[in-house]
T-cell receptor, first 113, second 114 residues
């Protein structure tokens, strides 16, 4: 069976510090991968998605970046965090067939102080 | 482009009350439709889905019917429980749109009181 992991689960970082969030998927190959952010009480904002190793599409210009160094690994990074980067970050994957549902990770709660 | 509109929340109900959360969509092609549920502090998980017109998705007492003529996919449950308290997201995946990106509604918070 397939599983998706995210870490860390919770993170508190000062403004201006770097960020690295990691997501890995097990039990499947060639997934589409996605990073979302969810601000408190709000919907999902798609940040990045990837259809293959090294292939990243950005949906919202910002100080965040993403990388996919391996087929089932997706990393979200920032060189300098802003207060507005606080939120709940969700990683998700889908099978290559476009009609299939997304499978979400447990999320990372990021607080920038 | 594709879009999903769902009713504003929060929806507050007493236990055993009937639930309807409205969802309508616009899509370029012939999308698949989904309802996801997010419990506090967790990621989203699929609740039910429908891939063609008149299909009814169902799970855990929830159901939704794909209505192509009204472009709707309303979520219903006959008798809610306190444990159903969560945020519910309507979503679509449209192959004809040529995009790998599903489209989500803004979410509807459901609060069920004992």
């Amino acid at each position: 069976s397939q599983t998706i992991h995210q870490w860390p689960a919770t993170l508190v970082q000062p403004v201006g510090s770097p960020l690295s969030l990691e997501c890995t998927v097990e039990g499947t190959s060639n997934p589409n991968l996605y990073w979302y952010r969810q601000a408190a009480g709000r919907g999902l904002q798609l940040l990045f998605y990837s259809v293959g190793i090294g292939q990243i599409s950005s949906e919202v210009p910002q100080n965040l970046s993403a990388s996919r160094p391996q087929d089932r690994q997706f990393i979200l990074s920032s060189k300098k965090l802003l207060l507005s980067d606080s939120g709940f970050y969700l990683c998700a994957w889908t099978k290559r067939e476009l009609y299939n549902e997304q499978f979400f990770g447990p999320g990372t709660r990021l607080t920038v102080l | 482009g594709d879009s999903v509109t769902q009713m504003e929340g929060p929806v507050t109900l007493s236990e055993e009350a009937c639930l309807t959360i409205n969802c309508t969509y616009t899509a370029t092609g012939y999308p698949s439709l989904f309802w996801y549920v997010q419990y506090p502090g967790e990621g989203l998980q699929l609740l039910l889905k429908a891939t063609k017109a008149d299909d009814k998705g169902s799970n855990k007492g929830f159901e939704a019917t794909y209505r192509k003529e009204t472009t709707s996919f309303h979520l219903e449950k006959g008798s809610v429980q306190v444990s159903d308290s969560a945020v519910y997201f309507c979503a679509l995946s449209d192959l004809a749109g040529g995009s790998y990106i599903p489209t989500f509604g803004r979410g509807t918070s459901l609060i069920v009181h004992p």
